[in-house]
C-alpha cells in the first residue's frame, strides 16, 4: 500500500527558507501517469495546492507563489522536496503531499483521477 | 484563474438525512473536478474524482454530478462518520493549477 512522509522543520524563521521532504513508500516514484504534489492548509483555512512534480523533473506551481518555490525528485531516494524561499507568517500552514493520477495529451489535461493518496500533514510554523 | 465557490459554508444535519453541497467555478472546467472529504486534524480523502466517478472504497451513498460549472455532491443517508468539510477541486486548468473551493463543513444537528 503506497505511503507517503512528510518530514522537515516544524519551526521556520521569517526570511529564511521552507524545507520539507515527502518520502514515497510502498510504491516507485517513477510511476507513469502519477504526479506528486504539495498542498498546504493554513489554521482555520482551506486547502491550497502549491506545485507538483512529475518523475521525469517537470514541475507546475500555483502562479501565486512561483517566485518563491521550488520542487524537486530524487527518484533513487523515492523522494521528493519542496522549498519556499522568504517565508513570512503567512506561510504559517499544515504542509501535506500528495499523489494525484493525471493524464496528459501534450500540454493539455486529458485526464484527472484526483488526489488518492495523502501524506499525514507536517505542520509549519514561521516565527522569529 | 478559475475562482470556485461552495454553498452552503456550513449545514447542520442529523444522522439519516440527504445532504447536498454545491460547488460553482467561474468559468467552464467540463468534468473535471474532483471531491474531498477532510476531518479535523486529518489529511483530506478522495471521495469523487471526474465529477461523479467514486473513488475505490468510498461508500455509495456518496455520489457527483454535474458539469461545466456548476456541481454537487450528494450524501444520501448522512452517517455519523460523514461529519466533516467537504472541499470541491479543479483541474481543467492543470497544468497551470488547481484551484480548491473553500469548503462547506457538515456538522450534527
Known amino acids: 500500500q503506497l505511503q507517503l512522509q512528510e518530514s522537515g522543520p516544524g519551526l521556520v524563521k521569517p526570511s529564511e527558507t521552507l524545507s520539507l521532504t515527502c518520502t514515497v513508500s510502498?510504491?516507485?516514484?517513477?510511476?507513469?501517469?502519477?504526479?506528486w504534489g504539495w498542498i498546504r492548509q493554513p489554521p482555520g483555512k482551506g486547502l491550497e495546492w502549491i506545485g507538483s512534480?512529475?518523475?521525469?523533473?517537470?514541475?507546475y506551481y500555483n502562479p501565486s507563489l512561483k517566485s518563491r518555490v521550488t520542487i524537486s525528485v530524487d527518484t533513487s531516494k523515492n523522494q521528493f522536496s519542496l522549498k519556499l524561499s522568504s517565508v513570512t507568517a503567512a506561510d504559517t500552514a499544515v504542509y501535506y503531499c500528495?499523489?494525484?493520477?493525471?493524464?496528459?495529451?501534450?500540454?493539455?489535461?486529458?485526464?484527472?483521477?484526483?488526489?488518492?493518496?495523502w501524506g499525514q500533514g507536517t505542520t509549519v510554523t514561521v516565527s522569529s | 484563474d478559475i475562482q470556485m465557490t461552495q454553498s452552503p459554508s456550513s449545514v447542520s444535519a442529523s444522522v439519516g438525512d440527504r445532504v447536498t453541497i454545491t460547488c460553482r467555478a467561474s468559468?467552464?472546467?467540463?468534468?473535471?473536478l474532483a471531491w474531498y472529504q477532510q476531518k479535523p486534524g486529518k489529511a483530506p480523502k478522495l471521495l469523487i474524482y471526474?465529477?461523479?466517478s467514486l473513488q475505490s472504497g468510498v461508500p455509495s451513498r456518496f455520489s457527483g454530478s454535474g458539469s461545466g460549472t456548476d456541481f454537487t455532491l450528494t450524501i444520501s443517508s448522512l452517517q455519523p462518520e460523514d461529519f466533516a468539510t467537504y472541499y470541491c477541486?479543479?483541474?481543467?486548468?492543470?497544468?497551470?493549477?488547481?484551484?480548491f473551493g473553500p469548503g462547506t463543513k457538515v456538522d450534527i444537528k
Open positions: 500528495a499523489r494525484h493520477n493525471t493524464y496528459m495529451g501534450g500540454q493539455q489535461l486529458a485526464h484527472y483521477y484526483g488526489m488518492d493518496v
Open positions: 510502498g510504491g516507485s516514484i517513477s510511476s507513469s501517469s502519477y504526479y
Open positions: 471526474a465529477a461523479s
Open positions: 512534480i512529475y518523475y521525469s523533473g517537470s514541475t
Open positions: 477541486q479543479q483541474a481543467n486548468s492543470f497544468p497551470l493549477g488547481f484551484t
Open positions: 468559468q467552464g472546467i467540463s468534468s473535471w
